[in-house]
Every structure is written in structure tokens, then in C-alpha cells.
């Protein structure tokens, strides 16, 4: 296992502190503050730890309300809001200095076996395309990082995206796609790969939805931040194959941004929706 992939495994198994209770750690990827994806990727770790393990999760809805400091730890408090025959309700709340940085109700539960089956189809292009480049975000130069977002730097994953939406502002396609997978083979386990799913759902939703007005502002002149991050989980999955990720841009106006991200499997089935909003405000001066 790769030295990234295992601190962000080891990143994702909080301590259990007391009952209901458990602190993780942080890390700095370039950004100065915690990655929300890392916040929310714990606390669903932390919830998971509270209910049954046939009980799988498969809808979070979180609110980030203060800026996360990295080098202090994450204390992630679950109240059991009910238990019932089929499903469970959880809310969390990270907390650092006294005071909650993040809160999240989820939802899991019991699988179940049904003959009504339905996802939505969307074109899936080959990962292994000649218009797309490999970048392993890992071992990248130190020169290409400099071009690169800062949240997508120092991350254990492999992703592919297509060379010709390289430069944020000459793109013209407002859907933002790419491929991302683990950069190492990693444990098979649910409780691990759906945590790992919800980080990354967190790295360039957001931005997406500057892509229509692009010709107007360029990223480095704006100050964005996640009000509130949604996920819904459809079916089983794997991050250590290749996963397709649309992200479509649905709404700018009133200095919010809302995008929706789609993700696939290599089968074309639809694994995972996320919904995420956010401030977008022009930088003054």
C-alpha cells in the first residue's frame, strides 16, 4: 500500500473515545483548512461504527459551518436518532474547540432483495482513451502541481480526464468528467470504500458550477466554500476500479453555486448521486 492511500485509510478509522464518541485526525492537503471531503468521509466512518454491519449506509445530508483547523483533532459525536426494522438514522456532529465545524444526519439500511431494478444510462467513454490523461496524484512533479488545483494534490488516487479540458477557461462543455480509482489495491471493505467514495465526492463539485459562466471569471479570482454536501448511495462498488464521475453545474445567482455529481461503475450503472452547494463570491480588490 502506497504511503498517501494508507494515512488517508488510517485518516478514515476514527478511535472510539467512549460510547458514541470518536476523534480522528487531520491532515493538510494545500489548502490551509480541514477538505470537507475528509470531515464528511469521518463522520460517516463514525456512524457506521454504531450500527449494525448489515445495516449499509445509503444517504448523508451534512452542513460545513466553520473552517476546519488541521492540526488539531476531530471529535465526532453520533446520537442514535432511531433504530428501526429496515433502517437506522444517525446525526453527527465534528467538533473542534468546543464547537461543531460540521453536522450530518445519514441514514442506513438492511439490504434487501427486490425485482423492481431501475438506474439511469449515461455514455460512458473508455478510461483508456487516447483523449484522456493519466495523472497519479500521488507521485506527480512538483511543477505539475503547481498548475494543478491544490485539492487535487497529495491525494492517493489515480484520475483520468480528458486533455482537452485541461484549462479551466477555455473549456466550453459546461459537464465536468473525469475517471478517478484508489492508486493502490486496497481491502475490500464497504465500511472502508464508502467513506473513500464520499471524500472524493468532494473534490471539484463545487468548482463545476463556475464552468458556465467561466468566460466571466477565471477560478483563481473567486472564493468558494461548501455550505452543504449531499450523498445518496444506490449500489454496491469498489474504489479500486475505475469510477466515471459527471459533474453538471444546475444553478449560479444570489453568491451561491449548486452542482450535481453522477457516478458509475464501469458497467454504466449509476453507484452514487451527490448534490453539493456552495458560496461563490468574486474576490475583492
Not at 459551518?65 to 433504530?83: E, K
Not at 426494522?85 to 444526519?105: E, L, V
Not at 490523461?133 to 488545483?149: F, K, P, T
Not at 465500511?191 to 463556475?210: C, E, G, K, V
Request: charged share 25%; aromatic share 8%; hydrophobic share 35%.
Amino acid at each position: 500500500m502506497t504511503r498517501l492511500i494508507q494515512e488517508l485509510v488510517e485518516l478514515l478509522t476514527l478511535e472510539k473515545i467512549e460510547e458514541n464518541t470518536f476523534r480522528g485526525n487531520s491532515r493538510d492537503i494545500g489548502t490551509g483548512m480541514v477538505f470537507g471531503g475528509q470531515v464528511l468521509g469521518q463522520a460517516i466512518s463514525a456512524a457506521q461504527k454504531t450500527v449494525a454491519t448489515e445495516r449499509k449506509i445509503h444517504s448523508a445530508h451534512a452542513y460545513f459551518l466553520r473552517a476546519g483547523d488541521y492540526n488539531l483533532p476531530i471529535m465526532c459525536s453520533v446520537d442514535r436518532t432511531r433504530d428501526g426494522r429496515s433502517y437506522s438514522s444517525r446525526t453527527i456532529s465534528a467538533i473542534q474547540n468546543g464547537q461543531p465545524i460540521f453536522t450530518m444526519m445519514c441514514s442506513f439500511q438492511i439490504e434487501e432483495d427486490s425485482d423492481l431494478q431501475y438506474s439511469s444510462e449515461t455514455h460512458i467513454p473508455d478510461y483508456n482513451s487516447e483523449k484522456l490523461e493519466e495523472i497519479d496524484l500521488e507521485n506527480e512533479s512538483l511543477e505539475a502541481r503547481s498548475v494543478r488545483s491544490k485539492i487535487l494534490t497529495n491525494q492517493p488516487f489515480l484520475l483520468r480526464i480528458p486533455k482537452e479540458k485541461r484549462d479551466y477557461k477555455d473549456q466550453q462543455d459546461t459537464q465536468e468528467n473525469y475517471w478517478i480509482k484508489t492508486n493502490h489495491t486496497i481491502e475490500e471493505n464497504p465500511l472502508l470504500h464508502l467513506p473513500l467514495l464520499a471524500y472524493t465526492s468532494d473534490f471539484r463539485l463545487l468548482t463545476s458550477a463556475l464552468r458556465p459562466v467561466h468566460h466571466r471569471y477565471r477560478l483563481k479570482e473567486m472564493n468558494l466554500a461548501t455550505l452543504c454536501h449531499s450523498i445518496w448511495f444506490h449500489r454496491d462498488f469498489s474504489m479500486n476500479n475505475w469510477l466515471f464521475t459527471q459533474c453538471d453545474p444546475l444553478s449560479v445567482s444570489n453568491g451561491r453555486g449548486l452542482s450535481k455529481g453522477s457516478i458509475y461503475a464501469e458497467n454504466g450503472k449509476l453507484i452514487a448521486t451527490t448534490m453539493q452547494e456552495g458560496v461563490i463570491r468574486k474576490i475583492l480588490g
